[in-house]
Nanobody
Framework: QVQFVESGGGLVQPGGSLTLSCTTA????????MGWYRQAPGKEREVVAS???????KYTDVVKGRFTISRDNGKKTVTLSMRNLEPSDTAGYYC??????????WGQGTQVIVSS
């Protein structure tokens, strides 16, 4: 079974930065688009950033210019670098396949809390 392990979350003040990492043991990681998703309390899970197999990125409007997604196909990792964090960014963050494909089972995620 495909498994994702997210890490790097924590408590940060508004305006601060965090870098999230996702590691997977997928045998064919390099052949899949990947994405970062988040789910805030009481809200639907949403895609915040995605990256194609050849490195093309896309971001939801509210994070564009603040978040950067990247991947390392050799290490089979996906990274989400976040800056100028806002309270509305508070959520559980998860990685998975890109938004245009059926997701694998979700990992535990990593919690990001932006608060003074």
């Amino acid at each position: 079974q495909v498994q994702f392990v997210e890490s790097g979350g924590g408590l940060v003040q508004p305006g601060g930065s965090l870098t999230l990492s996702c590691t997977t043991a997928m045998d064919i990681f390099s052949l899949y688009d990947m994405g970062w998703y988040r789910q805030a309390p009481g809200k639907e899970r949403e895609v915040v950033a995605s990256i194609t197999t050849d490195g093309i990125t896309k971001y939801t409007d509210v994070v564009k210019g603040r978040f950067t997604i990247s991947r390392d196909n050799g290490k089979k990792t996906v990274t989400l670098s976040m800056r100028n964090l806002e309270p509305s960014d508070t959520a559980g963050y998860y990685c998975n396949g890109g938004p245009r494909v059926i997701p694998w089972p979700w990992g535990q995620g990593t919690q990001v809390i932006v608060s003074s």
